[in-house]
C-alpha cells in the first residue's frame, strides 16, 4: 500500500505561479512512476505529468510544457509539480498518482491504470 497525500492548491491570479506537492508513504519499492493528474469541472480526469521514480525521466500533456515542472525528492519520498504562467483553464482539482508497475515503460495517460491517487486539491486561476 502507498499513501499519498496532496497540498499547495490555492487561489492565484492568471500568470501567476504556485507549486503542488506530494507526500508519499508505504511500499515506495513498489512504485515505478508518480505524477498528477487533474480534473476540470465537468470534465473526465485529464493527464498531467509523470516522473520515473527511480530513472528520473519525465513526460508532461502538451498544454503545460514550458510551463510546469515536475520534480521528486526520492530521500523524502516527495514530488512536486511547479506551476508558472497559470492559465484559467488551468482550473482543476489536481491528483497526485502512483503507478507501481515495473513492466510499464511510460506512464499511462489513463487514470484506471494508475494505483494510487491522493485526495485531490483546488487550483484555483481567476482573471
Known amino acids: 500500500q502507498v499513501q499519498l497525500v496532496e497540498s499547495g492548491g490555492d487561489l492565484v491570479q492568471a500568470g501567476g505561479s504556485l507549486r503542488l506537492s506530494c507526500a508519499a508513504s508505504g511500499d515506495m519499492d513498489s512504485v515505478k512512476f508518480m505524477g498528477w493528474f487533474r480534473q476540470i469541472s465537468g470534465k473526465e480526469r485529464e493527464f498531467v505529468g509523470a516522473?520515473?521514480?527511480?530513472?528520473?525521466?519525465?513526460s508532461y500533456r502538451d498544454s503545460v510544457k514550458g510551463r510546469f515542472a515536475i520534480s521528486r525528492d526520492n530521500a523524502k519520498n516527495m514530488v512536486s509539480l511547479q506551476m508558472s504562467s497559470l492559465k484559467p483553464e488551468d482550473t482543476a482539482v489536481y491528483f497526485c498518482?502512483?503507478?507501481?508497475?515495473?513492466?510499464?515503460?511510460?506512464?499511462?495517460?489513463?487514470?484506471?491504470?494508475?494505483?494510487?491517487w491522493g485526495q485531490g486539491t483546488q487550483v484555483t486561476v481567476s482573471s
Open positions: 516522473i520515473n521514480w527511480n530513472g528520473g525521466s519525465i
Open positions: 498518482v502512483a503507478d507501481r508497475s515495473l513492466k510499464r515503460v511510460v506512464p499511462s495517460r489513463y487514470p484506471s491504470d494508475w494505483d494510487y
